[in-house]
């Protein structure tokens, strides 16, 4: 009977306390989103070398130029035997063109070379190009491939005092050729002897460079374009993001309006810059592989295309010190394809915004 009585009493006085941490349960992170408009922004124009690109693009219109230059070595012996001299191209597309050849009177380099620099350190005297004062040829990019036959009368000049051939184009419109990387289809300078034999020459570098004076541009836009680089820079202030958050989601959301495209999809990054724009401006460095990039199909209309920057923008907020927050660079990505412009709009409901959803850490359930 007491064994009964204790059990009554045991139960009648049983601990009524929830266990340690129940009645934190109910404590769930917070969430946030934010969308943020850019509290500065910038453009600019840069000639940027091609010599990486994987076509060598001719031609020309109201608002680029494209000229190809192609450097071989041929030897210098028995110059006076050669009855043949013929440059052979491979065209890439369908587009006929009429060009002349040059011969290039100063040293240029295939990774630095653009419309102003023969090089890092050497400007060219005349932008596009330094040519000896005669044309080696004319030809006509048409078919299979191109062959035209050079002046005989500038091979001395040629070989042994020249840096190359320059193709100028002569029609409106653009067509692409096959670079020194397609070992079938590469350039190729082939000499043919008295005696019926040939020596056939292969580039030891080649590029193309791109002028863009005829495009006229208004103060404040925001451009992006490939072929002459065509920049914007954004700079999104992230204060009010705790550092203790979680980025769950951040992406960058633009309206785009095309102007100018020689291509079917536009390849757009952003790089992250590892200097103050505002000391340095164009300047600036910035990292060389795209934190971000997206493609988007060549309309007549204004669209919207948006850029996952989620690991870019957490880093901001929960690394400040390692990753200083400098701001953004959209760019062609690569810079090297065929031409296109694209602006960004920037004012009211289409300007860019920066979106940005984050969860921050429950409390702590032993604070105070």
């Known amino acids: ?24 349960i109910d404590r769930l992170p917070e969430t946030a989103t934010l969308e943020i408009a850019p509290d500065s922004a910038d453009c600019y124009v840069k000639f940027v070398p091609l010599g990486s690109a994987d076509h060598l693009l001719l031609g020309k219109d109201p608002q680029y130029q494209s000229r190809v230059l192609i450097q071989f070595t041929p030897k210098d012996s028995a ?61 006509r990019i048409q078919k299979e491939s191109t062959v035209v036959e050079l002046n005989r009368d500038y091979l001395d000049t040629l070989v042994r005092h020249s840096y190359g051939i320059a193709l100028i184009p002569l029609d409106t419109g653009f067509t692409t050729i096959a670079t020194l990387a397609a070992t079938k289809t590469s350039p190729r300078l082939v000499f043919t002897y008295a005696n019926g034999k040939k020596r056939t020459y292969y580039p030891a570098a080649d590029a193309h460079i791109i002028d863009s004076s005829g495009i006229r541009t208004n103060p404040g836009e925001l451009l992006v374009g490939s072929g002459v680089a065509f920049r914007t820079w954004l700079y999104f202030r992230l204060e009010s993001i705790p550092d203790s958050a979680t980025i769950a989601r951040a992406e960058l959301i633009l309206k785009i309006q095309p102007i100018y495209s020689r291509v079917e999809t536009l390849q757009i990054g952003i790089h992250k810059l590892k200097e103050s724009y505002h000391q340095r401006g164009k300047y600036a460095l910035y990292d060389e592989a795209p934190a971000s990039k997206t493609e988007s199909p060549v309309r007549d209309t204004i669209a919207t295309i948006r850029l996952t920057v ?19 660079l959209l760019t062609a990505e690569p810079e090297w394809q065929k031409p296109f412009r694209i602006k960004i709009l920037r004012s009211g409901i289409n300007a860019p915004r920066l979106k940005v959803h984050y969860i921050l850490p429950p409390e702590d359930r032993f604070s105070r």
Not at 1 to 24: E, H, I, R
Not at 100 to 105: E, F, I, L, P, R
Not at 108 to 116: D, E, G, L, N
Not at 310 to 328: C, E, M, R, Y
């Open 310 to 328: 989620t690991d870019l923008v957490q880093k901001w907020v929960s690394a400040v010190d390692s990753n200083p927050n400098h701001g953004i």
């Open 1 to 24: 009977m007491k064994q009964y009585l204790f059990l009554a009493v045991l139960l009648t006085l049983a601990c009524n306390t929830l266990p340690v941490g129940f009645d934190q």
């Open 79 to 139: 110059l006076d035997s050669v009855v043949s001299a013929q440059l052979v191209l491979f065209p890439l597309d369908s587009v006929v063109m009429n060009f002349t050849c040059c011969a290039c009177s100063t040293e240029w380099s295939s990774s630095a070379v653009t419309w102003r620099m023969a090089d890092s350190l050497t400007q060219w005297l005349t932008p596009g190009g330094d040519y000896w004062n005669f044309p080696l040829g004319q030809g």
